[in-house]
Every structure is written in structure tokens, then in C-alpha cells.
């Protein structure tokens, strides 16, 4: 059987959630092929726990993502959902913009920060943003807002300000009460009742053909194949999923599809490529005492947001004058895996100048593909030199005695360029495998319309040739909004 509609968005994550929602609020109808589970409404009252509770990143719903044997290394595994709602509906919940050069850099028609600002407003507005409150932050977080002030940081009221440079501040967050708030919760819950809109869940995409009159979707339903056929198709599978559809479809390097013993038929060399995220290291300390005593309390209660405070600083290497680090508390328990009994200062380099791939290793959808991230591995050592400057802003917070005085010693070495390579960890942000522009290796053009073949569309973070200065929670949102707008005129 095969089934029509207007459009078929592959994916219903963070900007397919938002996508699929414009669309059938004009009009079109649209089926979203998710890979996950559609737990419905929020209203149902379907929804897993750990997917609605904020506090605590979630992973029952990970696609199992990894690097891979490393030498010299623990693997990394690259946390991705697979649920209606994408890395909405499990991450840390983290409202943050960017600065207004990170966009208007990317100089595309349409994607200038002056007509990015009202995109930026809605989805604020449409996620629920809220900053905390300071009645909100714990006693850990409280010592970082007095660290930080005495080390001389401007303390920011609002941290999603396009224009603001280094400060320090509450963070912003998606979160109500404790209810992480998704993008299927914000977009999609309005329109279930439309019957222009058709969501079918636990079905993975394979590959897709585009002719002159339509786009076909082939996809895997309970282990049967299934058909889907379209005016256009939107590709909102993520920065994996993405260019591995493209690349199962014959679409990408010549050579490397070959390779993979997939035959090509449309030359995009810069599918896969321009992978890259913000690199992330930390320093830390053992829980004093009486620190340890509270934390473990608050647990006991379920009242302990790990994250609630963000700074932004410049390196030696912002020559822009614009920062170039996040620098971030996080403390947990003992009853917590993600620091475990440690208090961290993370540093994170938000310039990043490396480069990895996402390429499939076999026309299996099902298969994962081979991801490299190439971490730190910029020929000029930028990234490295921006966290190691990043680590010597965390050493002075730490060692303020307002946080000095109820902490212990430190729990990890970073003191050698070694110790950050081996230490370095990804922040949860990555982007730009189906890059936009026009160069030889760009993907899509400015509205997402994969060169030479129109009728297919990106609209994830792939097509960011640059990742901003913010964690990606609402950019892709933005991004939704904005390759909607694209869809629609």
C-alpha cells in the first residue's frame, strides 16, 4: 500500500515537530514518519516518566549511537532520541541563543540574526522559556552566581539575549516545574485532531526517490516494507540519521558510497560531511561535607537540577571579541551517575574549528553509521586552546572561597594538553552534515532544497554550515520555523 500526502517530514523531533505543525496549520496535509514511539497528547497521560521529568537527562529512548573502539580512550556514545519530540523530549531542557555574528556569519539570504529575531521570539514563547528564579537555586548554584560576581563576571538577568557578551547568570530553560516541555507538546498537541495530519511512529526510513512529478519514501514498518509518496519531502532526522538517509539513497560522494557497495545517482560530496559540535572538559572537586549532606537530602526529595547556572567568557583565541566559551557548573550526589559525588565546572568550546564525517556502512537502515567526530583536531589548535584557557576560568571559580570553602580536593587531572585530549567530551550539540551555501561541498541551499533535486528538503540541524555559541535546543526550533516559512512561501 502506498500512502499521499502534500508532504512527508522524516522525523518528528525537534524541527520536524515544528515543521510538520506550520505546514498543517496551512493547509497541507502531512504524514511524519518517526522512528520512535508517538506517545500522543501530553494530556493522555502516555508518556514515560523519564521522558516528561526535566531533572535528570533522559536515555531510555537513545538510538545507541557510538564512536566506536578509540585508541587510548573510553568510546564515546553520541546520545540521540528516538521518540516523537527527538532530543526535545530527553535533554537537559537548556534555552540558549547564541550571539547575533553566529548567524548573520553564515551570510545566507534569510538566515540574517534581524530576520532570525522574531523566530527566536516565538520559539521562546512557544517552548515555554522561563529563567530561574533565584528562590529556584540551590545552595551549590548560589556559591557559583557569589563565585562568579567576585571574580569579576557581569551577572546577567537573561542569558537568551542575541546580543549579550561574556556574563553570568540563571540559565533559561524549557522546563515546567519539573515537566521537560517538548516540541511535540508545543507544536504538534494543537493539531492531533486535524486530519491533515498523520503521525506514524516506529517506522524507520530507508531511503527515498525523487522524480520530476514526486518524492517516494521507502521505509521499514514492524520488519514489512512500507511506501510513503509526496509533493516534497522534508529530511528531519538529525545530524546522523539525515545524511545517512541521503547516502542509502545513492545521494553523497561518489566514492564513498561505491565503497559502501551503494551505487550513486546523484553526485553531493558534502553529504556526511562538516561534522562537528562543541567540544566540552571539565575540572572538578570532591563534595565537602556539609555540601554532600544537602545534596543527598534534596535527592531524597527529587528537588536537584544538576545544571541551573551558565557563564560566557572569552579565550586568548576571541579575536573576535565575542566569546567562545561556555563555562558551566554542575553538581549532582551520590544518587546521580553524571557526577557522582563530585562537584564539575565544565568548559566548553563553542568555536569549533574541527571537522568529522557520518558516513553509512551499508545500505542497512537499520546498521548504524560510522561517526567521527575528530574532536581537538583543528590543524591550528584552536579547540585545544580554547578549553585550556576555558580550564583556567573554572580553576578561579573553584577556587573562590565561596565555593572553595565547601569543597575538597580535585578528583580529575587536567593539567597537560594530554590530560584534556584524553578527558574531552562532547556537549551534546551536533551539526552541519547536510551543510547549506553554494560551494562545492554545501548540501542545501538557503531554504534547504537539496541542490539539483528540489522536491527534497533539509530541515534539522545537518544544514547549519556553523554551529552557533548555545546549545542547540532552540536553534533547531528556529530552525523549524524558519524552513517552514522557506515551505510556504
Known amino acids: 500500500m502506498t500512502d499521499y500526502a502534500d508532504v ?76 516523537i519530540g527527538g532530543c526535545s523530549a530527553h535533554n537537559g531542557a537548556i534555552a540558549a541563543v547564541g550571539h547575533a555574528a553566529d548567524y548573520d556569519a553564515w551570510q545566507l539570504p534569510g538566515w540574517h540574526t534581524a530576520q532570525l529575531r522574531p523566530l527566536f521570539a516565538l520559539a521562546l514563547q512557544q517552548m515555554r522559556v522561563r529563567t ?123 566514492e564513498r558510497l561505491k565503497q559502501t557497495g551503494i551505487a550513486p545517482v546523484h553526485a553531493l560530496p558534502g553529504v556526511g560531511a562538516n561534522l562537528h559540535d562543541h567540544p566540552m572538559v571539565h575540572a572538578d572537586r570532591q563534595l565537602g561535607a556539609e555540601l554532600r549532606q544537602w545534596l543527598e537530602a534534596a535527592a531524597a526529595c527529587g528537588l536537584l537540577p544538576e545544571e541551573q547556572t551558565l557563564g560566557k567568557a572569552l579565550s586568548s583565541r576571541a579575536t573576535d571579541g565575542i566569546f567562545d566559551l561556555h563555562v558551566f557548573p554542575v553538581c549532582g550526589s551520590n544518587q546521580t551517575a553524571l557526577t557522582d559525588g563530585r562537584a564539575l565546572i565544565e568548559v566548553a568550546c563553542v568555536t569549533p574549528r574541527s571537522r568529522g564525517r557520518v558516513d553509512v556502512v551499508s545500505a542497512d537502515p537499520a546498521a548504524a553509521p560510522r561517526i567521527d567526530h575528530r574532536y581537538l583536531s ?37 593539567a597537560s594538553d594530554d590530560a584534556i585530549r584524553r578527558e574531552v567530551a562532547h556537549y551534546y550539540h551536533p551539526v552541519g552534515t547536510c551543510a547549506m551555501g553554494h560551494g562545492p561541498d554545501a548540501v542545501c541551499d538557503e531554504t534547504g532544497r537539496v541542490h539539483g533535486l528540489p522536491r527534497i528538503t533539509l530541515g534539522d540541524v545537518s544544514l547549519m554550515p556553523q554551529i552557533p555559541r548555545a546549545n542547540t535546543n532552540i536553534p533547531a526550533v528556529v530552525i523549524g520555523e524558519r524552513i517552514a516559512q522557506c515551505l510556504l512561501s
Not at 62 to 80: A, I, N, V
Not at 189 to 198: A, N
Not at 397 to 412: I, S
Open 8 to 83: 512527508i517530514v522524516t522525523g518528528g523531533g525537534t524541527s520536524g515537530a515544528v515543521i510538520a505543525a506550520r505546514l498543517v496549520a496551512a493547509g497541507a496535509t502531512v504524514i511524519v514518519l518517526e522512528a520512535g514511539p508517538d506517545y500522543g497528547a501530553f494530556d493522555a497521560g502516555r508518556w514515560p516518566a523519564d521522558l516528561l521529568d526535566a531533572h535528570a537527562l533522559a536515555t531510555s529512548h537513545d538510538w545507541g549511537y557510538s564512536s566506536g573502539p578509540l585508541p587510548d580512550r573510553q568510546p564515546w556514545t553520541f546520545e540521540r532520541a528516538r521518540v
Open 132 to 254: 530561574y528564579t533565584a528562590e529556584e537555586v540551590g545552595p551549590f548554584h548560589a556559591r557559583c552566581l557569589e563565585a562568579a560576581a567576585g571574580c569579576g563576571w557581569h551577572m546577567a538577568e537573561d542569558l537568551c539575549d542575541l546580543d549579550a557578551n561574556a556574563s553570568f547568570g540563571r540559565e533559561s530553560v524549557n522546563i515546567i516545574h519539573r515537566l521537560r516541555w517538548n516540541t511535540a507538546f508545543a507544536y504538534l498537541d494543537p493539531l492531533r485532531s486535524s486530519r491533515r495530519l498523520r503521525i506514524v511512529d516506529r517506522t524507520l526510513v530507508n531511503r527515498l526517490e525523487a522524480s520530476a512529478d514526486a518524492a517516494t519514501v521507502f521505509g521499514v514498518q514492524d520488519g514489512k516494507p512500507v511506501r510513503f509518496v509526496a509533493d516534497r519531502v522534508v529530511l528531519s532526522a538529525g545530524v546522523y540519521g539525515s545524511p545517512a538517509i541521503l547516502q542509502r539513497s545513492g545521494i553523497g560522494d561518489p
Open 378 to 414: 583543528d590543524p591550528d589548535g584552536h579547540d585545544l586552546a580554547v578549553l585550556r584557557d576555558g580550564l583556567g576560568i573554572a580553576q578561579d571559580l573553584l577556587n573562590h572561597p565561596a565555593l572553595a570553602r565547601v569543597l575538597g580536593p580535585p578528583c580529575t587531572d587536567v
